[in-house]
C-alpha cells in the first residue's frame, strides 16, 4: 500500500488493512468449520472474489477429511490454495463476464457430477460470483451477455436491480445450479457484498429459492434487453426437493467490517461512532454528506460501510464508485487540516481499475488543480480516478481475500 506520509493517513490505512484482515475469506471459513465440522468427507467448491482464499481456510481446517476443490475467481486472484493438487482452480472476467466465466460454467456443472455420493459438499459463495460464472441459453452468447452487463453497471441501479436481470439471463442463477447437486446434503455458506445480506441476491442465488415475485422486474430496460430475457428454464420453485437437503448460511458481512473498524480504533485509543445503516445511493451525494458531516463534527473515528453507485456517461473517465465518492467528500473538505476520508473497497477494487479507493484530506483539491485536474469537471465526467492519481491519493492494495462491500473512514482529529 503506497505511503502517504502524513501519521493521520496512516492512521486510517492501518485502521482499514486491520479491518480487511479480520475479514478475510480464509480466516471466515476457518473459524466456521472448526466449529462445524461437516459428519463426512468434503468436496468443496469456492466462487466469487474471495474464493481462493476461502478455499484456503477450508483445506487448512478439514485437514484429511479435504478431498478435492474447485476455485473459480477473478483473473489475478489466485494464491496459494492452487498449489495443493486436490484444488483446480479457474478465473473469469469481472465485472464484465468473459469467455472463460462461461468455461467456468462448464466445468462447475461438470464438477458437481463428479462429487461422490457420500461427501458432504461445502460451497462457499462470495461477492464477483455473478460475473465469474455462466451458463446461458440457447440463443444467447458471450457478445449479448457482455452488452447487457456493460448497461447494468452504468445504469445506477443497485446490485439487487442488476442481479435481477442476470438471473433472467442464466441457467444457473436464481437456484436453478440446485438442480444440479442430485439431492446432495449441500452448506451453501456466503460471505455478503450486499446491503442486507440476502442469500438470493448473494451472488444472484445460485443455489436459492427464490419466490416468482423476487425475480419480476420493475423498472426499464431497453428492448434488445427485454428481448434477451425469458429464454431461460424457469426458476424452481420453493418447494422444489432439489432444496430440501441444502443449509444456506450468511458467514460474514458488512457489520463485520464495521465492528472489526471499530475495534482497530479502540486499540489506537481512537474514540469511535460507527453508522449501523448500510448506505446506498449516488456516490457523489454520499460523498458530499459524508464530507459535510465531518466538518461539524467531534475528534474521532467515523466509520460507515455500504455500496454506492455511479450513473456513467457515454465516454466515462478512470476510476470507481469509492474515487467517485472520495473526491466528492474531498470537495467539502477543501482546506481543512483536520479532517482525513477514505473510502476503499473491501476486495480491494474499484469499479473496472486495481485501485481499491483513495484517501483524501484538506489539500487533495488544490494538489489536484495544480496539476491542471478540475474536480467537477472530473466527477461529472466519472474521471474522478485521474483527478486523485495527481493528487497522490489513490488506494492500491491488490486482491485482498474478502468482499463486504464498502467502507468509508472519516478521521476527525
Known sequence: MDDFGSEQRQRLLAVYRTTIDAVAGDRVARDYLEKEPPAADAVVVAVGKAAERMMKGAAEALGDRFQKGLVITKHDHLGAACDDPRVECLSAGHPVPDEASLRAGRRLLEFLAEVPRRSELLFFVSGGTSALVEVLPEGVGLAELERATGWLLGSGRDIEAVNRVRKGLSCIKAGRLARYLAVRHTRNLMMSDVPDDDPKVIGSGLLVPHPPESLSIEFDIPDWLQQLLGRVPKAPDPADPCFAPLETRVLISNRNAREAAAAEAARAGLKSRVDERVFTGNALEMGRRFGKQLTGAEPGLYVWGGESTVELPDEPGRGGRNQTLALAAATEIAGRNDIFLLAAGSDGTDGPTNDAGALVDGGTVQRGQEEGFDPDEALRRADSGSFLEAS??????????????????????
Open 392 to 413: 497522490g491519493d489513490l488506494i492500491h492494495t491488490g486482491p485482498t481475500g474478502t468482499n463486504v462491500m464498502d467502507l468509508v473512514l472519516g478521521l476527525k482529529v
